[in-house]
């Protein structure tokens, strides 16, 4: 029986790390980001690109999201994204969902179009692989949200189908591409 338990936690990823690349700290959230949170996620035009966020989303919701994640052990790595200074600007998160890793991000709106969310992406799939040379992880964008799958092309997704989800910001089903990345196409660029 130890011996099962040893091979199945080693077929895990361990604790989310902290890590830093040129501009960014990826660390684990904490309750203090509650507020950073509930503005980024408050807005609308993030939201909109998410499948599993609400409209409203406020400050509640953003408590009630840390505590939910911090007092359940999962095998889950959810980065925050600060700048250096440690202001909460965004996510990464690589979760085990139905047996598959999946990635998930977003960003306060302040922040697009700086390159911040490839770097933050790139930085939490490179050492996740790390840890799981072999993980195949799995992700996928709203097929309007072309600055996320151009985020996922540059990293080296591979598109798989599309088809329709719901989302609750939306309130409707809408077009989402699904895609995938294997080991040997991740593209590390030059700032990791």
Request: charged letters at 20%; a positive charge.
């Amino acid at each position: 029986m130890n011996a099962l338990l040893r091979r199945e936690a080693s077929s895990l990823p361990g604790p989310c790390p902290v890590v830093r690349t040129g501009q960014l700290v990826l660390r684990p959230h904490k309750m203090s980001d509650a507020p950073a949170i509930a503005e980024s996620l408050g807005d609308f035009q993030v939201a909109r690109m998410l499948a599993r966020v609400p409209v409203p989303f406020d400050l509640q919701d953003a408590t009630d999201w840390l505590n939910r994640t911090g007092a359940i052990a999962t095998p889950d790595w959810s980065f925050a994204i600060t700048t250096g200074d440690d202001v909460h600007i965004g996510a990464v998160a690589i979760e085990l969902r139905n047996g598959r890793w999946h990635l998930g991000y977003w960003l306060n709106r302040y922040f697009w179009g700086r390159g911040i969310m490839s770097e933050a992406a790139a930085a939490g799939i490179d050492r996740f692989y790390r840890r799981m040379p072999e993980a195949i992880i799995h992700s996928g964008a709203f097929a309007d949200n072309t600055a996320s799958l151009k985020i996922q092309e540059k990293l080296g997704f591979s598109i798989m189908r599309c088809d329709n989800l719901y989302g609750r910001a939306r309130g409707a089903m809408t077009p989402h591409i699904e895609t995938r990345l294997v080991p040997a196409s991740f593209r590390r660029p030059a700032c990791l």
